[in-house]
C-alpha cells in the first residue's frame, strides 16, 4: 500500500509467488503468462488452456477480417475465448501462431489473469488516463501506448473528450487483437 504496508490478501498472495505456488497468469504487450505472441498455435493453444483453463468458446479458423485477397487479406484466424478474454491465433505473418488478446469485459476474466498495469474490474477513465493514456473521440477508443494497449472501450461510450473520471473500462486488445483493419 501507499503507507508502505500489506493487507492479509496482499501478503498471502506474496508468500505464493516466492513459494512458486502462484496460479497468477501475467497478460502483457508480448503474450499471455509463458506463451509469448508467435508460439506456434500446437504450442501455445494446450499452454493457454493449462494457465487459463478450458476455455469457453472457440471460433474458427476463419477468413479474416479483408477477405481472401492479399496484401490485405489471404489469412485466417482463430479465436479462443474465457468469458470476456479472448486469445487470437492467426496466419498472416506465416505459420498458424498466437498473435494477440483481447478483453471484451473486464468484469467477466478469469479469476487468475491479470494485467500488466494493474488494469482491474471496476478501473475509470481517471485511472487509465493517470497511466498516460490517451482518447480519440472519433472512434470512441482509449490507447494505452506505452503498454501497446489499443482500441479500448467503456461499459457505456462517454460523451466528450476527454472522457468523463468516472467512465467506466470495458474492454482492450494487444497484437492482432488491436488493429484497425482499414481492407
Known sequence: GIDGKVGPQTAGLLD???????????????GVGGVAFGTLVETALPALIAELGPPDYTLGWEM??????????????????WGGFTAWFTEHDGPRQ???????????????LYFVGGIA????????????????EFYGWWYLNSLEY????FVVPPPGNPPPNSAQILGWGVGTASVLYDC
Open 98 to 112: 498466437f498473435d494477440g488478446w483481447e478483453v471484451t469485459d473486464l468484469s467477466d476474466v478469469p479469476s487468475n
Open 16 to 30: 505464493d509467488i516466492a513459494a512458486g505456488t502462484s496460479s497468477i497468469v501475467m497478460a502483457y504487450q508480448e
Open 150 to 153: 489499443r482500441q479500448g472501450t
Open 64 to 81: 479474416g477480417p479483408c477477405g481472401p485477397t492479399p496484401p490485405y487479406g489471404g489469412w485466417e484466424w482463430y479465436k479462443v475465448t
Open 121 to 136: 474490474p471496476g478501473w475509470t477513465w481517471s485511472k487509465l488516463a493517470a497511466l498516460g493514456a490517451t482518447y480519440d
